[in-house]
């Protein structure tokens, strides 16, 4: 995985991870183990992903498969070991992307239908267009944060007991297990992706928490959507995987009804069996895995989405983060938010013999983690921590 970190005084630059260490780019190239890639040796000294992930899908699988042999060799750094691997440590890490726009989708059919289910009990669980595009709202790119910085609890406006709107600090505030793509390659304004083509645009896979102000979210979404309820803050890993690790894991993903529009139809499996944990650490340090899910419930694959996000000309550019909204299951503990944990609030998650949630207290940290695992080999997503704090205890921060 690539990531951007500093140690001691030095600049923020590319690393890649290995293990329980930082193996430094930067030095790797300066000693000349690169000699054999067409690669500006400068690529690594950068402070974001953004200028490597320009240079293109082959120069990345050649470093790719460079410092995978180095790293299976023995004999690869061991001159030079204490040079180029830093211990997780001693290193701070940064946001990986320079990111230029956003979009959240909502492909998680499971988690739109448990919302549906709460809020139109009623209705039908999904909205009409559900199953004939994957719907989807603009983020706001700004408030993306590194994986590890504190999430301050939001205010804003909601209903009060008394059903009219007050101000002060959500007292609904939730997580999304999410995954996040990051575009690797640039498309032109008024040219449609096709979805034959659009995993070629994706760089790499994160995991994603889109932070979620419920009370505030809930006052304001209509007619318009999502605002202040979500633009708060989200947290994206510190840590990309490159999309072709992902190949192991690849299936087929659940049957679509009714068929898509043309533009939609894919012939080829795009969906992938990714476990995913969310990890609840409370302010007194009980720590409890609240929630097992994974990748293969999403009901709209990556391509669909790059698909119908570019559909109308909209373009993409390097370094944006297409996220794929909350990835839910099918049991209770499986649900990718607290709003369907507890059931916006109805059925409070016992965390502990003590402490029990509806939605997250001051001082609780959540840790959304990922893998896959085939014929014994597991390959990781890197973990996104958030801990929530309120104003008053920013000045201690």
């Given amino acids: 995985m690539y990531g951007i970190f500093s140690y001691d005084i030095g600049s923020p630059r590319v690393g890649f991870k290995h293990g329980d260490y930082v193996l430094d780019l930067d030095v790797v190239a300066l000693l000349g183990y690169f000699a054999d890639v067409s690669v500006d040796t400068s690529i690594f000294a950068q402070p974001f992903l953004n200028d490597f992930i320009a240079l293109g899908e082959p120069i990345h699988q050649a470093v790719w498969q460079r410092i995978t042999t180095l790293l299976t060799d023995e004999q690869g750094f061991a001159e030079v070991r204490d040079q ?36 139109r009990p009623d209705g039908d669980p999904l909205l ?5 595009m994957p719907v989807a709202y603009h983020g706001r790119a700004s408030s993306i944060v590194v994986s590890g910085m504190p999430i301050r609890r939001p205010e804003g406006q909601f209903l009060g007991p008394d059903k009219q709107p007050v ?118 340090g009980e720590r409890v895995c609240i929630s097992t899910s994974n990748a293969r419930h999403l009901y709209w694959n990556f391509a669909q989405m790059i698909a119908h996000h570019t559909v109308n000309g909209c373009n993409l550019n390097i370094g944006d983060v297409v996220a794929t909204g909350t990835i839910s299951g099918t049991e209770p503990d499986t649900f990718g938010s607290l709003l369907e944990l507890s059931w916006n609030g109805q059925r409070p998650l016992n965390v502990s013999p003590t402490e029990i949630r509806t939605f997250l207290n001051d001082g609780d940290t959540i840790t959304l983690r990922g893998y896959g695992l085939k014929n014994g080999v597991r390959t990781e997503l890197g973990d996104v921590t958030g801990t929530i704090y309120t104003k008053s205890e920013s000045a201690n921060l």
């Fill in 167 to 284: 101000f002060g600090p959500s007292q609904a505030l939730d997580f999304e297990l999410e995954l996040g793509l990051i575009i690797g390659k640039s498309s032109t304004l008024g040219e449609p992706i096709s979805v034959e083509e659009a995993e070629d645009y994706i760089f790499g896979v994160t995991l994603f928490n889109d932070w979620s102000a419920r009370d505030i979210q809930r006052w304001e979404y209509q007619p318009l959507g999502p605002f202040l309820g979500k633009n708060f803050a989200s947290s994206i890993s510190a840590w990309v995987l490159p999309f072709e690790a992902l190949e192991p894991f690849r299936i087929k993903g659940p049957v679509q009804e009714p068929v898509p529009l043309p533009y939609l139809q894919v012939q080829e499996p795009g969906h992938f069996y990714l476990a995913l944990e969310v990890w609840l650490e409370t302010e007194n």
């Fill in 84 to 119: 180029v691997f830093i211990h997780n440590s001693r290193v701070q890490m940064h946001l990986p992307i320079r990111i230029g726009d956003y979009t959240d989708f909502y492909a998680g059919i499971h988690h739109a239908e448990n919302v549906g289910r709460m809020f």
């Fill in 128 to 132: 009409p267009n559900y199953r004939h």
